[in-house]
Nanobody, 124 residues
Framework: QVQLVESGGGLVHAGGSLRLSCAAS????????MGWFRQAPGKDREFVAV????????TYADSVKGRFTVSRDNAQNTVYLQMNSLKPEDTAVYYC?????????????????WGQGTQVTVSS
């Protein structure tokens, strides 16, 4: 079993930055692929970024590429999402998730474990 707890959300003006953290406990963190998803009111949950457990390879949604950076610290059992140049359309609840799968990482149904989410609000 894996427990995930996000933190770092808040209110920021457009153009600002936030760093989200996701602390994991339970199974060996270093062998888990970690993803970030977000869900805005009235919309489906969408993929944001993923960092694989092998080689720390990353993939980003086109909407955040060049602005967001995902990273992990296996010694601290934590994954981060650095968000720069934030836009009002980035407003959502952000979730971290964990999986042992290697494919289909853009699909939320392929993640076994989820955090409770943290609210990010970007004002214009």
């Amino acid at each position: 079993q894996v427990q995930l707890v996000e933190s770092g959300g808040g209110l920021v003006h457009a153009g600002g930055s936030l760093r989200l953290s996701c602390a994991a406990s339970g199974r060996a963190f270093s062998t888990l692929t970690m993803g970030w998803f977000r869900q805005a009111p009235g919309k489906d949950r969408e993929f944001v970024a993923v960092i694989r457990w092998i080689g720390d390879r990353t993939t980003y949604a086109d909407s955040v590429k060049g602005r967001f950076t995902v990273s992990r610290d296996n010694a601290q059992n934590t994954v981060y999402l650095q968000m720069n140049s934030l836009k009002p359309e980035d407003t959502a609840v952000y979730y971290c998730a964990a999986t042992r799968r290697d494919i289909g990482l853009g699909y939320s149904g392929n993640y076994e474990y989820w955090g409770q989410g943290t609210q990010v609000t970007v004002s214009s």
